[in-house]
């Protein structure tokens, strides 16, 4: 199972933890619409609260008098591999409830864990990645360790991408793999506490203000003598450049970089290497909003709004099921006709996976009567299947990866098809490629795969390795 989540955690004090935690999982419910959950205590005992469905359906007022506490961790998940199951719904915790984990990221490789455990004659059925994290934790605990020489001890075993918050009744640790492939920014609360969070958007959202990122390889615990800091690992800073293009909220800020204008970025690039003669660019909305105001700005053709996306409909409701996936496409976006009939049509999309989606679009703005329409991609070809906490397809589904661009422009009806460069993605973000993990392009992966390495395929026609 594959996961895309968010984490979000709270340690105050006189703070109702997890009132603010569900306020910040309802500023991160883009990045999990499968699952929520929260895990509260009150410095004698942990209570947890989780169950299938969004923020808003999780939780009522009731759930809350449980909850009560002033250090919190939630969760919200997305996974749609596997089907949807609420086993696995996070925080994770032990049977005693001793000690509650909640997990962003993926771990490709759990063989070291699994041996821990067996060493140690502890069960591993049925655990997935986090909950063997949670487990070998659990283990140091019960040998008598504190939460801090728990996690620490437990690190070395963890092969893969997190961003991780584990709490016991009295602390709160958060801690990141050593490339950073997921983003965690820690915030304070007006010297009343600390928050940990995927994102700095849920930071604004309960008046948090930004302190820092929790460092690649880096433990930060949070208890009653505030923060404490240990470097675990070297850090070798690789943020999953599809943070930029896709996951993150455009009000965040990555690496000091806020991800709205970056995307705007990756627009002006896309209108200097793909010119085309057009009457209207129009984006995919929401997330290539920026993008194509960018696209404009530099192109000087103007910006509309000719497709309107149903709010109502989440991604959960798009179902890994071709023939349910394309009537969600119907579905979610509809056209406005008079902003595209007759004219020449740039339309703008993030990216494109399967190409599912693009090819719908293209059908939908041609029965809105559009004269042209030129498909545009604000990133490269995606050729390769991510292994580190985001949900993509399998290699064989990614449209690039099977075809040569110009097969794909006829697959997709579109009268022109263009992706933005390597090179383009890079320079939009202003920071040096070797910050970044780029493996939905590039094939490279920071991060042992494993097993999965024997099933990724790197001669794929039209794709060469960008020149350093
Ligand atoms: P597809 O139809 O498979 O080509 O998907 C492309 C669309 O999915 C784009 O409009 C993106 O906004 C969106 N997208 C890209 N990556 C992901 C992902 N990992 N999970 C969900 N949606 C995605």
Known sequence: MKEKCAVFGV?????????????GLYALQHRGQESSGIAASDGKRINLHKAMGLVAQVYNEHDFDKLHGFLAIGHNRYATFGGSTDDHIQPA??????????????????????KFLVSKDISVKNLNDSELMLTVISYFLSQGQTLEKAVTYAFPLFTGAFSLLVMTKDKI???????????????????????????????????????????????????????????????????????????????????????????KNLGRNLAREAKVKADVVIPVPDSAVPAALGYAEVSKIPFDFGLVKNRYIG??????????????????????????????????????????????????LRDAGAKEVHLMSSCPPTRFPDFYGINTPTQAELIAATMPIQKIKEFIGADSLHYLSYKGLIDATGLP??????????????????????????NIEGFFLPQH
Do not use: W
Request: a positive charge; one cysteine or more; hydrophobic letters at 35%.
């Open 173 to 263: 640790a958060a801690v990141r793999d050593q490339y950073g492939i997921r983003p965690f920014s820690i915030g304070t609360l007006n010297h009343t506490g600390y928050v940990f969070s995927s994102e700095t958007c849920a930071l604004d959202t309960v008046n948090a203000r930004y302190l820092r990122d929790v460092l690649p390889g880096e433990l930060v615990i949070a208890d009653k003598h505030g923060l404490h800091s240990y470097q675990l690992a070297k850090p070798t800073p690789k943020l999953d450049i599809f943070e930029f293009v896709y996951f993150t909220r455009p009000d965040s800020i990555l690496l000091g970089k806020r991800v709205a204008e970056v995307r």
């Open 93 to 114: 915790a032990d049977r005693e409830m001793k000690v509650v984990l909640a997990h962003n990221g993926n771990l490709p490789s759990i063989e070291k864990l699994r």
């Open 433 to 458: 490629e070797d910050t970044f993990c780029t493996s939905c392009f590039t094939g490279i992966y920071p991060i042992d795969i494993g097993e999965n390495e024997k099933h990724i395929n790197r």
């Open 315 to 364: 991604r959960t409701f798009i179902m890994p099921d071709q023939r349910l996936r394309d009537r969600g496409v119907q579905m979610k976006l509809n056209p406005i006709g008079e902003s595209i009939k007759g004219k020449r049509v740039v339309v703008i999309d993030d990216s494109i996976v399967r190409g599912t989606t693009a090819k719908k679009l293209v059908k939908l």
């Open 11 to 23: 340690y105050g004090r006189d703070i109702d933890a997890a009132r603010l935690t569900y306020f």
